[in-house]
């Protein structure tokens, strides 16, 4: 992965997380927010100062909870060309049991499980690349969601929207193909 990629990552959810809260203006100024798109429920944003470019584009969503200034789940995805497949970052709810590892299903089936990766103030995180059949399956499905398990609650389930989510992903791995 190339340093735009993870600065995208990186910078991305970190400010993805933060949205809503007292952020340092620098790093709500990492991307370019007057050039958003929106795709259905998705969000794409490329990075401020740089022509788009490979790696530069993120596509995401983020699911709030009741609180319309907390955040459920945070979901970043960017495409990697020279591996054909997307990078995902999301941000879980904490207090999530870090023994059960997430699982993404797509229309009820677990499609990919990841591994919990880190603990921040915000949420877990879960980072690691799509295989191709979990995107594919992404791309062709019709509702996603995440799945945690939360001491003394058990299993719960966090929606993800889907609308869009073809066409956004078209706009970043074209724009990746592009640059």
């Given at each position: ?15 993805l997380i933060a949205w809503?809260?007292?952020?340092p203006?620098?790093a709500?100024?990492?991307f ?20 788009p ?5 993120q596509l ?16 970043a ?7 054909g497949?997307l990078?995902?970052?999301a ?20 499609v990919?499980?990841?591994m ?10 879960v980072?690691a690349?799509l295989?191709?059949?979990?995107f594919?399956?992404?791309?062709q499905g ?8 939360v001491?003394?609650?058990?299993p ?12 956004g992903?078209a706009?970043?791995?074209t ?5």
């Open positions: 992965m190339t340093a735009i990629a993870r600065a995208v990552i990186a910078y991305g959810l970190a400010g809503g809260s007292h952020v203006a620098q709500q100024s990492t370019d927010t007057a050039k958003r798109q929106l795709s259905g429920d998705w969000v794409v944003e490329c990075l401020a100062g740089r022509d470019g490979p790696e530069s584009c995401y969503q983020r699911i709030l909870t009741q609180d319309p200034n907390t955040a459920a789940l945070v979901v995805l960017v495409w990697l060309p020279d591996q497949t990078q995902l970052q941000a879980l709810p904490l207090g999530v049991d870090l023994q059960v590892p997430p699982e993404l299903r797509v229309d009820g089936a677990v990919e499980t990841f919990w990766s880190r603990c921040l103030k915000a949420g877990c995180m980072e690349p295989s191709k059949a979990a594919e399956t992404l791309e019709q509702g996603a969601a995440f799945m945690v398990t001491p003394n609650a058990g719960i389930e966090i929606p993800v929207s889907l609308g869009g989510f073809r066409n992903l706009i970043i791995s724009t990746a193909a592009d640059g």
